[in-house]
């Protein structure tokens, strides 16, 4: 007998992995680290906030936002893969256990 959830666990990983870090992590470094480029450069380039500002906070939104969203995909994929093979093991299983059952003598 095999173990269901397992199986479907390393299905799931091989098919459609987990992320590396969660998702608002990795848009909180993306925002943050555009945020600081952002503002070094206006530094540099000699620019005010108020030439910048809005612009600035669309770019640090946006950097947050692409990382956000791509690790909530590949956690919604790995949860699909994972549930579909779930079913699939499940339904075999049970198949199996009714073929036995028919099987038994009586």
């Known amino acids: 007998m095999i173990d269901?959830?397992?199986e479907a666990e390393r299905?799931?990983?091989r098919v459609a992995p987990w992320?590396?870090?969660e998702?608002?992590?990795a848009g909180m470094v993306g925002g943050m680290s555009a945020y600081l480029g952002l503002l070094v450069f206006?530094?540099?380039a000699d620019l005010r906030e108020h030439q910048i500002g809005w612009q600035v906070n669309i770019m640090a939104a946006a950097a947050f936002l692409i990382p956000f969203g791509l690790g909530q995909l590949q956690q919604r994929?790995?949860?699909r893969a994972?549930?579909?093979e779930y079913?699939?093991?499940k339904a075999e299983s049970d198949h199996r256990a009714a073929a036995d059952r028919l099987l038994e003598p009586a």
Do not use: T, W
């Open 19 to 21: 992320p590396k870090h």
């Open 42 to 44: 206006s530094v540099l």
């Open 23 to 25: 998702p608002i992590f």
């Open 82 to 84: 994972y549930v579909e």
């Open 77 to 79: 994929r790995h949860g």
């Open 4 to 6: 269901i959830h397992a």
């Open 11 to 13: 299905h799931a990983d």
């Open 87 to 89: 079913k699939r093991l």
